[in-house]
Structure formats: structure tokens, C-alpha cells
């Protein structure tokens, strides 16, 4: 899949650097502490920094990225480590994930179009087994203008609002727009304005329906809208349906 990605990672460094983002570093040990096997996934991991970090704490990860140039520097990036991790070329705003699959989901600077956006949201939601977690650090609209790094783009900044809506039910354990300086390689660096958001699914799998009705017809369907339908390809790390960014 050729893309700008790819061409933006076609450099021998690593344009974001090979350390993890510090809201993930912060946190990442006491949410895996629980967890004897874990499973996570990192979404638009691009160069593979923090996909690398959480198996070097002993994670099973599948790292999923738009750019397979991106994702061949994850993996050397991995081997130098002396980890592996699983990954997966994939347009995110497509992506059918495995339903009630992994442990926690990781997006680090993860800034998709508004629908392409809410998709990921909502296969995220379905894929977190109960109990499991969803870290995201993203920028806000107040990045606009300020040139240390993000897309220039309104639309696809993240906000404390649409995270609350989407992922409503979930235990919050950190929901906040803040300002910080981030030093994370070339394309982000200086003070930025981000998003912050870790929540949990909660233990007790909430299935929700979703009911509608032809009145010409007088026809009536249910439909389930937690789970996601099977489609071509598999994860070989995860043993889920997959479909065929820092």
C-alpha cells in the first residue's frame, strides 16, 4: 500500500523517535500489572516506538499501521530490542476488529477524519474484552497553528467530548485536555495541546440493540451492534478477522 506514510517513514531515522510516548510510558506498567498474558493492540504505531515498548514489558502485541514501510521499522526496531510483535498493514477507518478480543487498545497520536474516526471508536469499544482498557493521547483543535507537530486539520483532532459520547459506560480513569511539552523526535516537539483518556469496559458485557421499523411495510428488524461481522485475513499473533498514524 503506497502512501504518504510510507513516503514520511522512508527515512533511515525514526521520524517520531524510537522512545514510547510519555502518556503510555506514565501508565502502561500498572495496566498490564494484572495481566498474566496480555493482549494488546496499538492502532497507527507507525515506526512501532510504543508497540516495541509494551513488549519489552512482556505484552503480546499487534501493532496495526496504514504504512508497511512504517511497520518494517517496527519490526527491526523489535529485533534490535531483542522482542517481537505481530503487525498488521491496515486502513484503520475500515478496520473490522475481533469482537471481545484483547486486553487493552493503544492510540498515540492515532488523528482520523471525523467518520473514519468514530468507525475506530466504535470497533475499539466492541474489541476490549470486559475488564479491558483503551489508553489514547491525541491532539485537540487548540494544536491548530501552533507548529510543534499534529495535522492542521480541525477535523481530525480528538476531544474529551467525543471520547466521553463514544465510550459511554465505560469506568473513566483519566478524561482531560490539557497543554504539555512533548519532545517525542522531530515532528512533535514543543508545548501541545492533547487530549488524555484511559478507560475501562466494564466487567459485565453490556450487549446493546438496536431496533427499527419499515412503517410502509410493517416490518420489523433487531439488530446487534456490539460484535463485529467476520471478514477476510487474520492476525496471526491474535487469532482474529482483520480487514485489508503517529
Known amino acids: 500500500m503506497n502512501n504518504s506514510w510510507d513516503e514520511r517513514y522512508r527515512s533511515e531515522d525514526y521520524v517520531y523517535g524510537t522512545a514510547p510516548n510519555d502518556f503510555l ?40 499501521d496504514i504504512s508497511s514501510v512504517g511497520l518494517a521499522k517496527a519490526n527491526k526496531l523489535a529485533e534490535q530490542r531483542g522482542v517481537s510483535i505481530q503487525t498488521e498493514v491496515v486502513d484503520l477507518t475500515q478496520a473490522e476488529l475481533p469482537p471481545s478480543h484483547y486486553d487493552g487498545i493503544v492510540a498515540i497520536f492515532c488523528h ?56 459511554k459506560g465505560f469506568d473513566l480513569q483519566i478524561s482531560q485536555e490539557l497543554e504539555r511539552d512533548i519532545h517525542e523526535g522531530d515532528r512533535h516537539n514543543g508545548r501541545g495541546a492533547v487530549c488524555q483518556f484511559i478507560a475501562r469496559k466494564p466487567q459485565q458485557r453490556q450487549q ?22 467476520a471478514t477476510d485475513g487474520e492476525c496471526t499473533l491474535c487469532k482474529g478477522p482483520l480487514t485489508s498514524d503517529d
Open 25 to 64: 510510558l506514565e501508565h502502561a506498567a500498572d495496566l498490564l500489572a494484572p495481566l498474566e498474558e496480555a493482549h494488546i493492540l496499538c492502532v497507527a504505531d507507525g515506526e512501532g516506538r510504543n508497540s516495541v515498548y509494551l513488549a519489552e514489558l512482556g505484552a503480546n502485541v499487534c501493532a496495526m
Open 112 to 167: 482520523l477524519p471525523g467518520q473514519g474516526r468514530a468507525h475506530l471508536y466504535e470497533q475499539i469499544a466492541a474489541s476490549l474484552k470486559p475488564g479491558g482498557f483503551i489508553l489514547l493521547e491525541g491532539y485537540t483543535v487548540d494544536q491548530l497553528g501552533r507548529g510543534t507537530g499534529g495535522p492542521d486539520n480541525a477535523d481530525l483532532m480528538v476531544s474529551k467530548a467525543e471520547l466521553e459520547r463514544i465510550f
Open 208 to 229: 446493546s440493540y438496536q431496533f427499527s421499523a419499515n412503517r410502509d411495510k410493517a416490518s420489523h428488524r433487531m439488530r446487534y451492534v456490539e460484535g463485529s461481522a
